[in-house]
């Protein structure tokens, strides 16, 4: 009888562990741009099953990568621990917000990852001059 209720304890507390791992979207809080792109996916995540890590606000190293890799990139992390960075990260993370599942679910076929990889490599070279942009338009708003 002991050995029962501790089985059903065990069973409770890891199923509650297994639960509370969530998707991890690392992103730079310091960055006018990824600001405003997180602030809507944040809006779509209502149920709060995701981990937004501002990697700004965090140590030199976080799950295992450089603060300075992390602001070159996307990156997320799977709920079961892989890490994704640039196109596959963002369908790893719209496979986990509504009404972007559709979305989400096209990284499952290579030529759409690579074909939007591509294009997240021609983003990453403008996005310096896309920041500025949207900084001097936030300082124009105050």
Known sequence: MFLSLFADTRERFLGT???DVKTEVYFDGA???CKREISLYKKLDKDGIISWV???????SVAGISRNDLSKRFHVKSKDGEIFSGAE????????????KWLGRLGKYPFIVNLAEMLYIKFLKIRPYMQKIVAWIDKKKT
């Open 17 to 19: 562990m297994i639960e």
């Open 89 to 100: 990260a963002f369908f790893n993370l719209w496979r986990e917000l509504p009404g972007w």
């Open 31 to 33: 960055c006018p741009l």
């Open 54 to 60: 501002d990697i700004s606000d965090c140590s030199p």
